[in-house]
């Protein structure tokens, strides 16, 4: 399944986001998060989209972040969050 992210991921989207990421775990055997469009976020926006990949390993869906922005790969970082993304980040694909 393809997904984009939103632009903004970040606690003034939290809950919008989550109904939207629960329906993207459902019968899926993969997804790919387009995040080109990415332009704001904040420890909320990562934190859930950290939670979205935990659920799916723990669901053996692949899941796979593509085009991240530099802000997103940024905020990741400075959150101690890396290895929840390790492997799943493909630039420029």
């Given amino acids: 399944?393809?997904?984009l992210l939103p632009e903004?991921?970040?606690i003034s989207t939290v809950l919008d986001v989550t109904t939207l990421y629960q329906e993207w775990l459902t019968n899926q055997d993969s997804i790919e998060?387009?995040?080109e469009k990415v332009v704001r976020v904040d420890a909320a926006g990562i934190q859930l989209l950290s939670?979205?990949?935990i659920s799916a390993k723990?669901?053996?869906i692949e899941i796979q972040i593509?085009?991240?922005?530099e802000l997103l790969t940024d905020g990741i970082r400075t959150l101690g969050?890396?290895?929840?993304?390790?492997r799943t980040m493909k630039v420029g694909e």
């Fill in 58 to 60: 723990k669901n053996h």
């Fill in 81 to 86: 969050l890396s290895s929840v993304f390790e």
């Fill in 51 to 53: 939670c979205l990949f």
């Fill in 1 to 3: 399944m393809n997904c």
């Fill in 33 to 35: 998060l387009n995040a």
């Fill in 66 to 69: 593509l085009k991240p922005t």
């Fill in 8 to 10: 903004s991921l970040d």
